[in-house]
């Protein structure tokens, strides 16, 4: 196929002259944008109201959640339904870590990272034995497991769950100097410090992903997706392509667990593994935007925090409301709002289809 876009990387095949093209000049102007937004962001707080950092804060982690599910469905097969479990997990070493162990919060959550990536690869050889549905209802079942076993738990508070004590917050490292930097008080300084950390798993999270599908792994897991038994013939390696990838979104997930929980500061195991808020959710702003796009999961949480924020006060109408959008969006717009939109358009602000281009 002919493109007649600049191209920002290309790589030449044979002796034909033509060129494998993935960006284009809109790609580069996209991400010129969007490092300039990310700039903005980061010093967003020396004027943005406490609210508004706490919807962005909600806007991030949803956002890598779903970055997450969109990459190991999207481009891996694996559609799970569990991924709150290592929400959950993450949250829990963290309140285990800082209450129990006296360790700094910001040290517990690369250590709950780890402990959930030490999960989904004990986990990773049971589930991988099932596929399609019953893979996601095994993630699922894994999930109530951990769910009741934390409840289980009685030096955090068991099925009631704990709060985060105020020396362990109060102490946190660079408190004192974001107190002093944006002249707030400590509990602003924390959501502060939260909204920090949001923003960078998930620009690390995209930007990652985003390398991931151009890369040669990617184009091996995605052709695991479409044909296992094609992929293997030709000596793709597809289950330990799609183990490892299991395995990294563990660890990114119980990350984004921790930094929920510390914003929260307070845990419970019916909260901690919601399929509602955690899997439900991220599902919704997933297939709204766009399955295996990078851009589909940004529109679909912009949507979200927009129901979230103008409807919740309507309850269970809400609810069923994003239930029916969902199944509108199912049955007209099968590829999201923006995969609809770039297919009909040819708009791709982050290009991941290879071309070929006469040089």
């Known amino acids: 196929m002919l493109e007649r876009a600049n191209p920002v990387s290309e790589s030449r095949v044979g002796e034909g002259g033509w060129r494998v093209v993935v960006g284009t000049r809109l790609s580069r102007i996209a991400a010129i944008v969007a490092a300039f937004v990310v700039v903005g962001l980061v010093v967003l707080p020396a004027f943005a109201s406490r609210a508004l950092i706490q919807d962005l804060i909600f806007v991030f982690t949803m956002l890598a959640l779903a970055q997450l599910w969109n990459v190991l469905a999207g481009w891996g097969g694996l559609i799970t339904v569990g991924q709150q479990a290592f929400v959950g997990l993450g949250g829990y070493v963290l309140f285990a870590a ?81 107190q002093d930097l944006l002249a707030v008080r400590a509990p602003v300084a924390r959501d502060v410090i939260v909204y920090w950390l949001t923003l960078v798993v998930v620009v690390a999270t995209i930007a990652a992903i985003y390398a991931f599908a151009r890369s040669r792994l990617g184009l091996a897991l995605a052709a695991t997706r479409d044909s296992m038994a094609a992929s293997r013939s030709i000596g793709i390696r597809a289950h330990r392509i799609r183990y490892g990838l299991w395995i990294v979104c563990g660890v990114a997930t119980g990350i984004v667990g921790a930094i929920v929980y510390l914003q929260k500061a307070r845990i419970s195991p019916d909260a901690a593994f919601s399929v509602t808020d955690w899997t439900a959710y991220v ?77």
């Open 283 to 359: 599902l919704f702003i997933a297939v709204i935007g766009g399955v295996r796009t990078i851009e589909g999961p940004v529109v679909g949480v912009l949507l979200l925090w927009a129901l979230q924020h103008y409807l919740a006060q309507f309850g269970s109408l809400y609810l069923l409301l994003l239930g029916l959008i969902a199944i509108v969006m199912m049955l007209f717009l099968p590829k999201g709002l923006w995969g609809t939109f770039a297919e009909r358009a040819d708009i791709h602000l982050m290009p991941l289809r290879r071309r070929l281009r006469r040089s």
């Open 98 to 178: 800082t209450v129990l162990a006296g360790l700094d919060p910001l040290l517990a959550i690369p250590l709950a990272g780890l402990f959930a990536g030490l999960v989904a690869a004990l986990i990773g050889p049971l589930l991988f034995r099932l596929e399609g549905p019953y893979f996601a209802i095994g993630s699922w079942v894994v999930a109530e497991v951990c769910r009741l076993l934390c409840a289980q738990f009685k030096p955090l508070g068991g099925g009631t769950g704990t709060s985060l004590p105020n020396v362990v917050t109060a102490n946190m490292w660079g408190l004192k100097p974001v």
